[in-house]
């Protein structure tokens, strides 16, 4: 059981290059985030899919694409990197239901780097 | 989602307990307070969450004040590997628009001297 599983681990980007951040699940969750996380903030979301099929925008949408390919699997695009988007980027899964708790299980991270 | 406020960062000794304040003010009668902590280098990880009742778990204690304005997470032993940011994050289940999603603030980062 590997939980939620992110790759690459690390990249490196040109201005203006494009790449897909991709995140795996293998707990059966419906839903699923993608945060970023700047130096010594907190993370912050960027899109979310709450259900297999459907996508939403989080604080943080610009310049950013998303597409819940299927239950396990949540990918984030940048079409075309800019610097501001350094940054650690955070996959997360969970359960949801209406009055109910569930906890968000995070994966490893991504650290991108565009130059 | 409500805002809550954290101090910047903390100090404790190995092996005592920790005490971690929130302020969560303008809470709402259905919003649920969680805990998570981000140790270094890694994804946030689940801690501990209540609603009204205080809540203890094999990790932590949650500590909710009365009028709910307020709530503490206690470490009962702190030890090296919980030096990590804390994030106290508060979150409406029974709203209409339930997705799970986590709203972070800076959180409080604990160090933990030997």
């Known amino acids: 059981n590997a939980g939620v599983t992110q790759t690459p681990k690390f990249q490196v980007l040109k201005t203006g290059q494009s790449m897909t951040l991709q995140c795996a699940q293998d707990?059966?969750?419906?839903?699923m985030y993608w945060y970023r996380q700047d130096p010594g903030m907190g993370l912050r979301l960027i899109y979310y899919?709450?259900?297999?099929?459907?996508?939403d925008k989080g604080e943080v949408p610009n310049g950013y694409n998303v597409s819940r390919l299927n239950k396990r699997e949540f990918s984030l695009r940048l079409e075309s990197a800019a610097p501001s988007q350094t940054s650690v980027y955070f996959c997360?899964?969970?359960?949801?239901?209406?009055?109910?708790?569930?906890?968000?299980?995070f994966g490893p991270g991504t650290r991108l780097t565009v130059t | 989602d409500a805002k809550t406020t954290q101090p910047n960062s903390m100090e404790s000794n190995e092996e005592e307990p920790v005490h971690l304040p929130c302020n969560h003010s303008?809470?709402?009668?259905?919003?649920?307070i969680h805990w998570y902590r981000q140790l270094p280098s890694q994804g946030p990880e689940y801690v501990i969450h209540?609603?009204?009742s205080n809540v203890n778990n094999r990790m932590a204690s949650l500590a909710i004040a009365e009028d709910r304005k307020s709530s503490t997470l206690i470490l009962h032993r702190a030890t090296l590997r919980d030096a990590a940011v804390y994030y106290c994050?508060?979150?409406?289940?029974?709203?209409?628009?339930?997705?799970?999603?986590?709203?972070f603030g800076q959180g409080t980062t604990l160090q933990v001297k030997p």
């Open positions: 303008t809470i709402s009668g259905t919003d649920y």
């Open positions: 707990m059966n969750h419906n839903s």
């Open positions: 994050i508060l979150r409406d289940y029974l709203g209409s628009s339930n997705t799970g999603k986590l709203i």
């Open positions: 209540g609603l009204t």
């Open positions: 899919s709450a259900s297999e099929g459907t996508t």
């Open positions: 997360a899964s969970s359960e949801i239901a209406a009055g109910q708790n569930y906890e968000q299980y």
